[in-house]
């Protein structure tokens, strides 16, 4: 997994620095390229020249080369790796990290950073405990970064406790399972719906609900990192997508969602329907604003068409098939029964019960049910962790 990869390694001023030493040697032993950046503290811990050595290339520290001044791009690095690690991570590289403070070449490098980031802290008990360092961490982690977490024992202060840097292998066993990770899904094509649906009643007025689509987008994200190519069919919502794997196709009504997805759906390998569809949609158009008279309006509804059941008859063998259910009652039950109604292989069901489960929050808590009976129920997690546990068991089908 890691033959071949680009690796920039970032070393920094923790006594833990020694052990950069074996981690590069694990990397280049497993076919890797490393490229060490070190920082000025860094350099007091272990050489440059030790780096050197194992990597076969200078090491980056300076902005400039002393004796003729070359200038060390940060930005070339960060388009050339494949994957930047900082091991061993002092409490003042995470703060900086954090908050851009970029005076020196590690955290410019970072800053440049075009490929994923993982950090491996480590540092004295206390100083990983105290609520700066915590705060930065998870400042890191909205960022997108990886942490490593440190492990408890025995500290270079002599102190036991939370902050021993992981151990090379096992830092290096976590990079091999990203890589491989990121492989699970290539060469396969996967159409997500996600968002509501507006339901137009006349220029200016609609009916829709209260979904946000980050589910679905979570999902898209989550598929496109393992290597899909994805089909994001997604109604009016306030999200953007950059990855470039993400294939977006806005649109607004159901049957414009109906119309999308059932012309992609052929050519796909599954189907994650995400998207909150409305299920009524106005009988008719007004092409003039309705004006308002004081009197009662009755809407006439007709029902919209259901692209999920649409779908199900259409799946061949070779094509997996999910849903999600929004129950408000006998959740298990009505879930069950729409899988089976809609020809799904599993179904995300996620109750308006729970707090910080359903529409609008950055969080869900699901219940994953399939076709062959399994029941699996997930605590509360950030959506895009929720999509990682989607992901998972779509790919266990
Ligand atoms: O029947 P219900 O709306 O509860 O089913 C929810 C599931 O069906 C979701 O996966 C949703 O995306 C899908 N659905 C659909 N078309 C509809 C209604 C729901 O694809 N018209």
Redesign the pocket.
Known sequence: MLNGKKIVLGVTGSIAAYKAAFLCRALIKRGAEVQIVITPAGKEFITPATLSALTQKPVVSEFFTANDGTWHSHVDLGLWADLMLIAPATASTIGKMANGIADNMLITTYLSMKAPVFIAPAMDLDMYAHPSTQSNLEKLKSYGNYIIEPTTGFLASSLEGKGRMEEPDAIVAVLEAYFEKKTQLSKKKILI?AGPTYEKLDPVRYISNYSSGKMGFALAEVCAERGAEVFLVSGPVQLTTNHPAIKRIDVES?EE??QA?TELFPNMDAGI???????YKPAGFSEKKIKRNGEILNLELVP????????GKMKRCDQVL??????TDNAVE?ALQ?LQ??N?DF??LNSLQDEGAGFQVDTNKISILTAKGEKTDFPLKQKKAVAEDIVDVLLSL
């Open positions: 719906t159901a969602m109906r997805a329907l995400c998207a909150a569809v409305a299920d919209n068409p259901d692209i999920a059941a649409g779908l999910a849903g999600f259910a929004l129950e009505n729409k109604k809609k799904l179904i995300v």
